[in-house]
Every structure is written in structure tokens, then in C-alpha cells.
């Protein structure tokens, strides 16, 4: 009776204990995201100020100055990423939705999921094969290539789902007014999915927005203004990188006021995006 | 499946094909396939490109360059050894951290909290998943290197265990696979809590219906069930942290040796070609970075195909 008694005894603190352990798991995951958000402001807080958003890099020594130019060129370069990259996968993604056999279907998916996963710096040497060296020089499109084709993969996916879900009724009822199939995809199909797919693309951006590697050998940075799309440009996630392994004081405060506006940027796209998505999902059910 | 219904009827062909042309259906499909075919190209471009642009290296070290573990690019020798070591180190350690963790919150979201907190907490993951890998290395310079070179490997040094010897600097392979450890968590979590959540439900209640504790039911009935899904889920994570750059290269102590303490500084593949790569001044030392990304790419490659393999076995197994 005793051991049995024991037993019990042991099998229920064995289930605290585990089911404790996970919590604290939990817990101490979170708690990094918030310790990542409170140690920014903390440190970046004080340093973004007007100036940091409207003007150029200062040389070193000099006090002050901003970052004009990385917003500038970030923005330049999520512009090319999303002009090369979407299209291909958006384009991409309703063959594999509305056109391909099985087979094809499958092939395409499983090696979006393997371009999914290549490293972004590999992707900054494969376009620094195709693009920088023929033109022999490091510029904003070749960065904005690179961005490009890391966005193909997500593009592709959420397109494909998004199709997939809308109702066949309504596919069915353009058919039977006599529309083609190209008619019922331009007209009903994509347009009952686009809020989906624009959500994604948020999504999409946001991941591209903070990607360093891709961008070291393609876009290289600038401390001036970009001209045009030809030349080198600055971008805030490689001004964080340079700024942070650098051994001046000022750079590091520079560094924290481009890591909050950069995470600030990622995450409220993020939190919008999902706030879009849940939304339309309420309205929808 | 339209044209072999179309081959079928002969004489009608024609005039279908024009007019299914007419009214867009065929250049839908032709646009889109083309756009597919592109995604198709660009993937086997890459291992084309990584490949041929490293002929020098392929020609003159041959398979040496995988296993010697000299990289001098005044002498022009180039042996990839000490990177990808420092690579697998990492992950490997990363993964042994990030593994319990990870699947313990995937268990704590799907098989204790309530929904609304599960659901809730599952979005700060997916937040965490979106810091970027550049700020992650900030915060670990700042914060996590001073702390390791104070209080965490001396401490660790004390111990007097195998290959945590040495001065404490701060950077190292261990701090490197601390930050990887935290980047790679929400992968883990989110693939495994998907996994977790496929298990039906009546294995559970199975379970518990014959007195098993929550805790019983989780790891002998649930995990068990999910298994494969969860090691695709770590293979998963591992992929990615095999091509983490920013983070790593920040902490890692970018010296091109094979360290034999983990508290000492060494490099990685991805992080000696974010710091070499603008800098290469010959061409076999653009080369050799150049091999050095085929080599990861590879890697990765390899890692991905399996990983996405095994959660496609599993979650399509728990549907049917």
C-alpha cells in the first residue's frame, strides 16, 4: 500500500516538475524578445532624433549626424526586391495553384522550399556572379536582387495557400457565367485572395528589411547619397553592422538608433500585418 | 491535362487552341509557367554559379581544401577546415540547447495553456523570429560578450573540463552558439508546436483515460506520435543555423584556427566570407570564399531536403 502510495506520490511530481520545466521554457523564450525590445530603447532611445532621420553620416570624430541615406537606400532596395522578386513568385505561385499537375506541383514547391532555405550569404555571392561582375561594379540593384530573390519562396507559398482557399463555389459560379479560366483567376480568384497575399507581402518585406549578408558585396554601403540605381548604396541593417564592430563611441549610439528604428519598422509591419490577416479571419467566419 | 484532352479530338485542336488563346486561358498558362520554369532556373542556377565560379580552387587543392586547415591568403593556401569546424560546432551546440528548449515550449503551447495564452505567446515566437539576425549581434556585443568574458567562462574554466580551458575573451564558439541558440528557438517551436497540434486528439484521451498523467501522455503517447515531424523540425533549425552570418560573425572571434577550447575564438563559413569577401585581393582568394559558400550551399541543401522530407512524412501521415 505504502509503495503504491509512493509511486503516485512520485508520478505527480515527475508531472509539476516537467510540466514546470516547459513553462520556464516559455517564459525565458519570451522573456528574450522583450529583453531584446527594452535593451534598444534603452540604449536607442536617446539617440534618435530628428537629425538621425534627415541627415548624413558625419566623418569620424565629428559628433551628430544620421542616417539619411540608409532609410533612403533601405527603401530604394525593398523597391527592386519587390519589383524582381514578387512578381516571379506571385506568377510562380498561381501555376502551382490553378495550373500544374500534381507532379509539377510538387517538384516547384519542393524546391521553393529548398530555395527557402539557402543562406542569405550564398545568395549574396550568387548575385554578385550574375550581377556585380559583369558590370563590374557593386550597386543598389544588384542589392536589390538579392533581396529579391530571397522574397521569391514566401511570394510563392502564401500566393499558392491563398488561392487554394478561396471557395470553389466561387470558381465554379464565374465558370458556369461562361468566364474562362484565365477571365475567373484576373477577375475572382486573385481578387478574393488579395488581402491574404498582401499580408504576405508585409510579412515578406518585413524579413527582407532587416537581411545584412545579402546585401555586404552587392549594395556594399555608401556614406554619401546614392545616385540613381547604378551606384553603391547604404542600407540601415549593413550601417548597423559597421557601426557596431566599429571601436567609436559615437558609432555604437548611431548603431542602437538605427537597431530600434530598424526592429521598430520590422516588428510594427509584423504585428500589422497579423492584426490584417486576424481580422479578415473574424470578418470571414 | 488540357491539351491531352484537346490531342484526343484531332481536327478540333486547332481552332480550340486558337480560340482558348483568344480568350486568355493559354497565355495565362504559358505566362505563369514560364515564371515557374524561371523559380525552377534560379534554384539550379545557384549550385551552377557557386560551382563554376571557383575553378582555380576545385583545380589546384582539389578535395583538400574540405579538410586542410590552412587559410593564408599571403601564402595563397586555402584550406576551409578551421570554417567549416566552427560552423558544425556551433550548430551542433546550438541545436543541443535550442532542442530542449524549443520542444518544451511547443509542449507547454499545445498541451497546458490555455488557447488564447497559447495563442498569444505563439505570436511573441513568431516576433522573435523576426528580429533581425544583425540586431541580435548587436545585443551580443554589448550585452552577452562582457558577461561571458566576466562571469560565464571563468567560471566555466574553473571546472577544469575537457575543452573549456583558456582565457576568457569574451567571443568565442560558445558565445556564438548562445546567440544561435535564441535565433534558431522560434523555428523549432513553431514547426514542432504544428506537429504537436496534428496528433489526434483521441491519443491523448486514450491515455489519459487510462490514468496517465499530463506529463505520461506527453511524452510517451504524444511525442512518440510526432517523432519524425519534430526531428524535421530540428533539421530545420539546423539548416538555419549552419547559414547564420550577421550574429555569428559579430561574437564568434573571426580567427581562421580549429580552437581547442569552446570558450576561445574561432570563425565560421559564413562569417569569413562577410569579412573577407569585399577585402579578397586575388583571385584564388575570392575563389576560395567563393568555394567555401558551394560548400555551405551544399550543406544547407542536403540539411533542408531531408528536413522538408521528414515533416512532409509526418504531417501528411497524421491527416490520413
Do not use: C
Not at chain 1, 527557402?116 to 536589390?144: H, R, W
Not at chain 2, 483515460?209 to 539546423?238: K, M, Q
Not at chain 2, 573577407?276 to 541543401?301: K, N, P, R, W, Y
Amino acid at each position: 500500500m505504502a509503495s503504491a502510495e509512493a509511486r503516485r506520490m512520485r508520478r505527480r511530481v515527475a508531472n509539476a516538475a516537467m510540466l514546470g520545466l516547459t513553462a520556464a521554457a516559455t517564459v525565458l523564450t519570451v522573456s528574450v524578445l522583450f529583453f531584446i525590445l527594452g535593451y534598444l530603447v534603452y540604449q536607442g532611445g536617446s539617440s534618435v532624433s530628428l537629425s538621425f532621420f534627415t541627415e548624413l553620416p558625419k566623418p569620424v570624430g565629428e559628433a551628430g549626424g544620421g542616417m539619411a541615406n540608409a532609410i533612403v537606400g533601405s527603401g530604394k532596395l525593398l523597391l527592386i526586391a519587390t519589383l524582381t522578386g514578387v512578381p516571379i513568385g506571385f506568377l510562380a505561385g498561381v501555376y502551382v495553384a490553378e495550373f500544374a499537375s500534381p507532379v509539377p506541383a510538387f517538384v516547384l514547391r519542393y524546391a521553393t522550399d529548398l530555395l527557402n532555405g539557402v543562406p542569405s550569404i550564398v545568395v549574396g555571392i550568387f548575385v554578385y556572379a550574375l550581377i556585380v561582375l559583369p558590370m563590374k561594379q557593386f550597386s543598389t540593384v544588384a542589392g536589390g536582387v538579392a533581396l529579391g530573390i530571397i522574397m521569391i519562396p514566401i511570394a510563392l507559398r502564401s500566393t499558392e495557400e491563398y488561392l487554394r482557399s478561396v471557395p470553389k463555389s466561387l470558381r465554379e459560379a464565374s465558370l458556369a457565367l461562361g468566364a474562362s479560366r484565365a477571365t475567373t483567376i484576373v477577375r475572382v480568384i486573385v481578387p478574393a485572395a488579395s488581402g491574404g497575399i498582401v499580408t504576405a507581402l508585409m510579412l515578406n518585406l518585413a524579413r527582407v528589411a532587416g537581411e545584412t549578408a545579402p546585401l555586404l558585396f552587392t549594395a556594399l554601403n555608401n556614406r554619401f547619397w546614392s545616385r540613381g540605381w547604378l551606384d553603391p548604396t547604404a542600407s540601415l541593417p549593413v550601417m548597423i553592422f559597421t557601426y557596431a564592430i566599429a571601436p567609436y563611441p559615437d558609432w555604437h549610439r548611431q548603431a542602437w538608433a538605427a537597431g530600434l528604428v530598424l526592429l521598430g519598422l520590422v516588428l510594427v509591419t509584423n504585428i500589422g500585418a497579423r492584426w490584417l490577416l486576424a481580422r479578415r479571419r473574424r470578418a470571414g467566419a | 491535362m488540357t491539351t491531352t484532352a484537346l490531342a484526343g479530338r484531332a481536327g478540333a485542336a486547332r481552332t480550340t487552341f486558337l480560340s482558348r488563346l483568344r480568350r486568355g486561358d493559354e497565355v495565362a498558362y504559358l505566362l505563369t509557367f514560364a515564371f515557374a520554369l524561371v523559380v525552377l532556373l534560379i534554384t539550379a542556377a545557384f549550385f551552377w554559379q557557386l560551382y563554376a565560379q571557383s575553378p582555380i580552387v576545385w583545380d589546384r587543392f582539389g578535395t583538400r581544401f574540405l579538410y586542410d586547415t590552412a587559410w593564408d591568403p599571403v601564402a595563397e593556401q586555402f584550406g576551409a577546415a578551421p570554417f567549416i569546424f566552427g560552423t558544425l560546432v556551433t550548430s551542433f551546440l546550438a541545436l543541443l540547447l535550442a532542442v530542449p528548449l524549443g520542444v518544451g515550449v511547443a509542449i507547454f503551447l499545445t498541451e497546458l495553456a490555455p488557447r488564447r495564452v497559447s495563442e498569444a505567446t505563439a505570436l511573441l515566437v513568431d516576433l522573435l523570429a523576426a528580429v533581425p539576425s544583425v540586431i541580435y549581434g548587436l545585443i551580443a556585443i554589448a550585452v552577452l560578450v562582457p558577461f561571458m568574458r566576466t562571469t560565464v567562462q571563468p567560471a566555466l574554466a574553473a571546472t577544469g573540463l575537457p575543452f573549456l580551458g583558456g582565457p576568457a575573451y569574451g567571443v568565442g564558439y560558445l558565445t556564438a552558439s548562445l546567440v544561435l541558440t535564441f535565433m534558431i528557438v522560434p523555428f523549432i517551436v513553431s514547426v514542432s508546436r504544428e506537429v504537436l497540434m496534428a496528433v489526434p486528439r483521441e491519443q491523448r484521451e486514450a491515455a489519459l483515460a487510462l490514468g496517465s498523467t499530463t506529463w505520461e501522455t506527453t511524452w510517451r503517447i504524444v511525442l512518440p506520435f510526432a517523432r519524425l515531424g519534430i526531428v524535421g523540425a530540428v533539421f530545420l533549425a539546423l539548416g538555419r543555423a549552419l547559414g547564420e552570418t550577421m550574429a555569428v560573425t559579430m561574437v564568434i572571434g573571426n580567427r581562421p584556427e580549429i580552437g581547442h577550447s569552446l570558450l576561445g575564438p574561432g570563425y565560421s563559413m559564413a562569417a569569413v566570407i562577410a569579412n573577407e569577401f569585399t577585402e579578397a585581393t586575388s583571385d584564388v582568394h575570392l575563389q576560395a570564399l567563393i568555394a567555401v559558400g558551394f560548400v555551405l550551399f551544399v550543406m544547407t541543401m542536403i540539411i533542408n531536403a531531408v528536413a522538408r522530407a521528414l515533416i512532409l512524412v509526418t504531417t501528411r501521415s497524421a491527416r490520413s
